[in-house]
């Protein structure tokens, strides 16, 4: 059956002890295979049978349109970054930017990640 930690020896099944015992000498017997009793198995008919769905062939795309496609996320990622205080506070989104700088020096004060020093 195995072994455990801190034992020294394997756990095997005793069959005339009708018990789990440990022992060190044990001899393995290759030639020998353990069979499980199995019932068998009951097999039933399906009860509700599915319609076949009609699968589409998937939309292929052509390379013009991969490159429109990226072009076009790529300028709006672009125009989403923020690099500065300064474009932060001056671009349209601006009050949202205050409130999450604000929320950020509050968590630095309230961790006590630094001092601020004059």
Do not use: C
């Amino acid at each position: 059956m195995g072994y455990d930690d801190g034992v020294k020896g394997y756990r095997i099944w005793s069959p005339s002890e009708r018990s789990v015992i440990f022992s060190r000498y044990v001899t393995f017997d290759e030639d020998y295979l353990f069979r499980v009793k199995q019932d068998p198995i009951e097999s039933k008919p399906e009860e509700g049978v599915f319609p076949k769905r009609n699968a589409k062939a998937p939309t292929r795309f052509g390379f013009e349109d991969y490159v429109a496609y990226t072009l076009q996320v790529t300028g709006e990622v672009e125009s989403l970054e923020t690099y500065t205080y300064r474009e932060a506070i001056t671009s349209k989104d601006s009050d949202i930017w205050i409130t999450v700088i604000g929320e950020e020096i509050k968590s630095l004060h309230k961790n006590k990640t630094w001092e601020l020093v004059s």
